[in-house]
């Protein structure tokens, strides 16, 4: 190349440079158009439908989120004080379901699969710790949600590592979760007491625990070959204290646990599927004492705890028979109990254990395998999860979103300085601007004057 050639080609790289400043931005660093309650478009506010955001910039929207009527609907609804509460349905989903609402948004996205990063997020309106189970809407339910809508365009808090440019985001999916901060915290951490586990020669695990208030819950699993565990499923199961589990390679699986109130032994029978979920069979009383243990030993089980009057501990030989178990042999046994928090199959082994994790409490629930120490028994992480001010420090532990109202500018300000993603919602008025501006300026009036022209640098 000659060097007129070399010169318009450094030319042609320079301007093109000038011309997409933000090539190499930083994404913390970077500003986006953002809406607040994005979903109720003009009947609160001036934003028109979530589509003409999209197609006009936003790169940041907001969909409130309620339980009721999950069980109905097996979906949640969008709402701002309930479902159908100012929502606007003009060039939106006719429907109020979560499901329909997140579609509109992906296939937005997949059309258009150089868009800067977008952030979706979902604002909980309703405590969703009292929802026991997948099929009762807990948290497995709305990473579902999400990674059903987005797929693979999902980027997941783990891979979200140093700085990345906008540009190596074009086309991402940042699920992010707001709203009630009991649900937010539960997301990040379990906590129990009493923890036992089971594992079978596929990999397959089971945790249970109680409450330490006369809950029981469990956590099903699948233990990868680098030993993290991907936890599947989390429900309530029955009242008691103390549970032990045993698990065998056809997915049975046999729990024992104390009652809360008096010294009787109790088993349940359930049987483990292939997404993790359990299906549990009654309960039923098989003697009195204290702390049960039991394990499967051939083609049978054995069944080992104390007595509730003495040191001694005493035997059973069990039988699955349908729904329940029968027990035989009834008898004393200077045998240990058996183990209960920690278990091994086929090379595989795994320990559990209750202990803090920087700021979280003492009953977090975590587990050991021969390549995870210490790790949290909680929902996977498909989504973020935001920390706003007053917020305890367990969810600012490694937050990488923060949150306040647009007034709070000491919040926002010292957050942006800090390198991390700040939304100012409610940003109604220039007054709220800020040096450095929030990355998610969300305002109610995104197409007023004052709003487009202190975001003109926004990133699209």
Known sequence: MNRLGAYLTALTTAS?????????????????LATHNSYSGNVDGAKNSIPYQLDHGVRFVELDVHDNDYAANHDYSVGHSGPGDLVDHAGNPASNLLHDWL???????????????????????????????FAAGNLTAVNQELQSAFGSSILHPADYVGSPSVDSLRGRVLPLLSGDAGTRTEYKRDVGYHPAVAINSHGQIVEVHDSGAGALWYWTGTVAADGTVNWLRHGKYD??????????????????????TASTLWHHVGQLGSDGEITWQASHQYDSGVTPTVAFSGSGLVEIHKSQSSSQNWTWNGTLSGSTV??????????????R??????GRSISVYTGADGPTEAQTLRYTTSGVTGGRIRYQQTAFDEFQAGDSATLQQGAVFYAATATNSS????????????????????SDATT??????????????WYQSLTADAVQ
């Open 16 to 32: 093109a440079l000038i011309a997409s400043p933000a090539a190499s931005q930083p994404f913390a660093s970077s500003v986006f």
């Open 103 to 133: 579609a509109v948004i992906a296939g937005w996205s997949a059309a258009h699969p150089t868009h800067a990063p977008l952030v979706v997020m979902l604002d909980l309106k309703d405590d969703l710790t009292d929802n026991y189970s």
């Open 239 to 260: 009242s008691g204290t103390t549970p032990a589990v045993a698990l065998n390679d056809a997915g049975q699986l046999v729990e024992v646990h104390q009652s809360q």
């Open 326 to 339: 029968s027990w035989t042999g009834n008898a004393k046994t200077s045998n240990a109990l058996l183990p």
């Open 341 to 346: 928090s920690s278990a091994s199959a086929a």
């Open 411 to 430: 919040f926002i300000v010292s957050a942006r300085q800090s390198g991390h993603l700040v939304r100012g919602w409610d940003f109604d008025s220039a």
């Open 436 to 449: 450095p501006l929030a990355n998610y300026p969300a305002s109610n009036t995104p197409w007023a004057p």
